[in-house]
């Protein structure tokens, strides 16, 4: 029978081996996995604008079209992205920004798109969410997404807000929840209303 | 890499490769004793990625290579390892080729990693991988092992494959996200075959053919 102190240094040695072969993984696809993170970003910005894309567009053909027709804007600490292409004559189409909050499991971000009246909502996408499939992870679905179009960040007594809940009396600010993802929708709906707050305030 | 395939052969010389085991051993992992058809294990991931044929075979490949992998480094290390420890230090075995295989998807194959999101981290906890660790790379030299290890990944993915061709085919009316040309036009796509019940039917009607083909178990026959 090995001793104690065996165990102890088998551990340790098969430990270490581990991890570094693990570090150098890590490291060595560490490039490749930021620049698949930025275009999966890029495209997210794209779609929440509802830019015109190729239907297989590369990652490469994202960038390029982020980079030629939107415009990185810092407004008071919150990132803004402005959609002007360049045969818009300098006229912005639409405005993007960042929202981030906790989900359910974890942190949820995407990009939320308005119009250029700054109160009508054009497009939202959640680029990064691990909510539980088939309830929460519905929100990325094109069905629950899409309810947003055209829906205005201001209730009808002028407060900013959005409202995500059951389906009832309808309002210009008011989205269907999804059933069984109570939690998400309502997650979904604080960090909406601090990205909303932070635009309004801003104006 | 080359070190160890030279001393996996110098173990098992004298009888030529394998002791002459191979071949047994081969039949015996992805047929006789199927991991999924047979021994009806790891069917989470089993049930859960199947509902595209790429995704199957993407995640055939990623247990091929963590079964190969693993088996051959426990086999390696069986002399070695204190007997106390032998779990938790295949455990790390496993979950450091997981884990390399998930980088290296998540680098150069990203839509393939987002589609499979949690899964191929889970093949850490699939226990046709821990099982044939212990049952059996800890009790067999390295090259046989590694065998065992290829059988078992390949009735796994095989058994993924089958599943994952009717899946899609019926639930989508495509093939690898294609048309076909004269079938796509004419077929409904059952949405039921794409939802969690679909993965349910096909694994039972494959473990069904799987089981008539063997015949009855041999228990039965004495």
């Not at chain 1, 600010?173 to 998400?184: F, L, R």
Request: charged share 15%.
């Amino acid at each position: 029978m090995k001793g104690n102190a065996y165990t102890l240094f088998y551990a340790a040695v098969l430990g270490s081996v581990c991890a570094l072969l693990l570090t150098a993984a890590a490291s060595f696809t560490a490039p490749y996995k930021k620049a698949n993170a930025e275009a999966e970003e890029a495209l997210n910005i794209l779609l929440a604008l509802k830019v015109p894309l190729a239907a297989e567009a590369s990652a490469a053909d994202v960038l390029k079209v982020l980079e030629a027709s939107v415009r990185e804007k810092d407004r008071g600490g919150v990132t803004m992205y402005t959609y002007s292409p360049p045969d818009a004559g300098g006229k912005t189409l639409a405005v993007a920004m960042r929202f981030s909050g906790p989900g359910v499991w974890a942190p949820i971000r995407g990009f939320l798109a308005l119009e250029p009246d700054m109160r009508t909502i054009r497009g939202i996408t959640f680029y990064e969410q691990e909510e539980t499939p088939g309830l929460g992870g519905e929100i990325v679905t094109s069905w629950f997404r899409e309810q947003f179009v055209g829906k205005s960040i201001m209730g009808p007594d002028g407060k900013p807000g959005i409202i995500v809940s059951k389906p009832g009396e309808q309002a210009a600010n008011k989205v269907d929840a999804i059933s069984g993802a109570t939690m998400t929708c309502d997650k979904v709906q604080a960090m909406l209303n601090e990205a909303i707050k932070s635009i309004v305030e801003e104006k | 890499m080359a070190d160890s395939q030279q001393l996996a052969c110098a173990t098992c010389a004298p009888k030529g490769l394998c002791n002459g085991k191979g071949l047994a051993t081969l039949k015996e992992g992805a047929w006789a004793n199927n991991p999924l058809a047979i021994q009806v294990l790891g069917i989470c991931s089993a049930l859960a990625v199947t509902n595209r044929l790429e995704n199957s075979l993407v995640m055939g490949a990623a247990l091929i290579f963590v079964c190969v992998g693993s088996n051959l480094i426990v086999s390696l290390l069986r002399k070695c390892t204190p007997h106390r420890i032998r779990m938790i230090a295949e455990v790390a075995i496993i979950a450091t080729f997981v884990i390399v295989f998930d980088q290296f998807l998540k680098a150069f194959y990203w839509d393939m990693s987002k589609q499979l999101g949690p899964y191929v981290g889970l093949i850490i906890t699939n226990c046709i991988v821990m099982g044939r660790a212990e049952a059996f790379a800890l009790q067999n030299p390295p090259m046989v092992s590694m065998v065992d290890g290829l059988a078992n990944g390949l009735g796994y993915a095989a058994v993924l494959a089958i599943i994952g061709f009717f899946r899609e085919l019926l639930g989508t009316g495509e093939i690898l996200g294609r048309t076909i040309p004269v079938f796509s036009e004419w077929y409904t796509p059952n949405q039921l075959m794409i939802l969690a019940p679909g993965a349910f039917f096909a694994l039972g009607i494959v473990i069904g053919i799987f089981n008539l083909i063997k015949g009855p178990e041999p228990e039965e026959n004495k």
